[in-house]
């Protein structure tokens, strides 16, 4: 996770006599988060920015669990914003937070845990060197991959501490991991079941009585850290699970879900996507739609789920499309019209797992559910308007032509005249389309309704379309 610029210095105090001078006052934690959250709240300022859909569901029931104090673990399918969800934890802390300067597990001048720290506090009183951490610097991840050992989260024996002579019983030959390091910060855990069970057992003491056991050590450490994780609910069954006495410990249990307003779905794709080229909002409500109706599918297997990921790589791949097609052909503007959604379905596929029976459906069933998107996105927007000019002109004999590598310009030349009509002027008016690129997307989107609506005929030989 790569850190924000802080948004002030780090307080001028450097030991712990200035710091008890300046009124500074401990406080754990969770009173922190606590303190934090609350005052959000007060302020109405949203304490989780840039998460959709989850207002009403998850970020009540999360609030909740901070307030309380408790460990969270967030089950739910993948792409449902879990991760992103955890990392907005770390805005709950305050944005400096003083610790002993070079201590290994960044304690708090007025509280040190380890013997060493306990130590130096004891020798140097008021002088003790206080050092300021970020609150980037006290939120940690981890990844459970089945090759995770007890070392990587609790910690083990160092042998280079023992080699520099210290005794093998001193518990200063201890190399701490990931949990103890971050004290009195958020570590979070990413696909907890894929923890090995042993491995889930060696966390029991640190999350409930705050011990560390290392190879017989038994060194008792009052840690302050709150642990989260997530997990999708299906890895209980096809790779792993999460032990019944570590689901004890946590606790709050809260179960994301993706969103279930399109709007928040658009939202999520606009937020995420990194776009290198304009992609009109009909063009991400028809991937939103589509995934959605993906979604709900019964020849999808929403056991695995549909990520949001499916969506955003959607709108990222219609926008290269759109760009490649500017580059080759020379257009001032690159903006992805529906004739670029085909290039998605090309490449997203083996995103989706699909249930068994449907092998070699794949292709007509993604086919199919984006037409659906399509014709939904159509009445969405054009409701109302009467395009019987424009399907009565290719009756009587007009043809449109449009392609991956056909311009905006020459798809609006090619249009049919309607007379004194303004109808095409109507339909970029609903998108607010008044540029050339814009304007050829609302068109073709007009189009490709009419053709679904069987008003019209199209012939596609890959390189090119012709509504006819």
Not at 30 to 53: K, Q, S, T, W, Y
Not at 97 to 109: K, Q, R, T
Not at 227 to 244: K, L
Request: glycine share 8%; aromatic share 4%.
């Amino acid at each position: 996770m790569s850190a924000t610029t802080p948004a002030t210095p780090a307080p001028a105090i450097h030991t712990l006599g200035e710091l008890r001078a300046a009124g500074h006052h401990l406080r754990s934690l969770r009173e922190e988060i606590r303190d934090n959250l609350l005052a959000r709240l007060r302020d109405g300022i949203d304490p989780f920015p840039g998460l959709h859909g989850f207002e009403e569901t998850v970020v009540p029931q999360l609030e909740r669990a901070l307030l309380a104090g408790h460990d969270v673990v967030l089950l739910g399918e993948r792409g449902q914003g879990k991760t992103r969800l955890l990392r907005s934890l770390a805005g709950l802390l305050d944005e400096w937070s003083p610790v002993i300067d070079g201590s290994e597990l960044g304690e708090h001048p007025m509280q040190p845990v380890t013997p060493a720290s306990v130590r130096r506090a004891a020798e140097l009183g008021d002088d003790l060197r206080v050092a300021w951490r970020h609150r980037d610097e006290r939120y940690a991840e981890k990844l459970a991959t089945p090759d995770t050992s007890v070392a990587d989260l609790i910690g083990d024996v160092d042998p280079m501490k023992v080699a520099e002579g210290r005794h093998l019983g001193d518990p200063e030959t201890i190399h701490f991991g990931l949990i103890p390091r971050s004290h009195r910060g958020i570590v979070a855990i990413n696909e907890l079941p894929d923890l090995a069970e042993r491995i889930q057992v060696a966390m029991l003491n640190v999350m409930e009585e705050r011990d560390i056991q290392i190879r017989g050590y038994v060194l008792r450490l009052p840690l302050d850290v709150l642990v989260v994780a997530s997990a999708n609910p299906e890895d209980y069954t096809n790779r792993g699970r999460i032990i019944t006495p570590l689901k004890d410990r946590f606790g709050a249990e809260i179960r994301t879900h993706y969103p279930t307003e399109l709007d928040d779905e658009v939202a999520v794709i606009r937020q995420e996507a990194h776009l290198v080229a304009d992609v009109p909002d009909h063009v991400v409500e028809i991937l939103a739609r589509f995934t959605r109706a993906l979604r709900q599918s019964s020849s999808v297997d929403q056991r695995s789920g549909v990520s949001a990921r499916f969506a955003i790589a959607g709108a990222e791949t219609i926008a290269a499309a759109a760009l490649h097609r500017a580059t080759r052909q020379g257009e001032e503007q690159a903006v992805a019209r529906v004739v670029d959604l085909e290039t998605a379905v090309d490449v997203l596929g083996g995103k989706i797992e699909f249930e068994t029976g449907e092998e070699g459906r794949e292709r007509e069933i993604l086919t199919h559910l984006l037409r659906t998107a399509v014709a939904e996105t159509v009445r969405a927007h054009l409701r109302g308007l009467d395009l019987r000019l424009l399907s009565e002109a290719i009756e009587d004999g007009a043809t449109v032509t449009t392609g991956a590598q056909v311009t905006a310009l020459d798809f609006l030349a090619g249009l049919p005249v309607l007379g004194e009509s303004e109808l095409y002027d109507d339909i970029c008016d609903r998108f607010d389309a008044d540029t050339d690129g814009p304007r050829a997307s609302a068109i073709e989107l007009a189009l490709e309704g009419l053709y679904l609506a069987r008003k019209i005929g199209k012939d596609t030989d890959g390189t090119e379309t012709v509504y006819g």
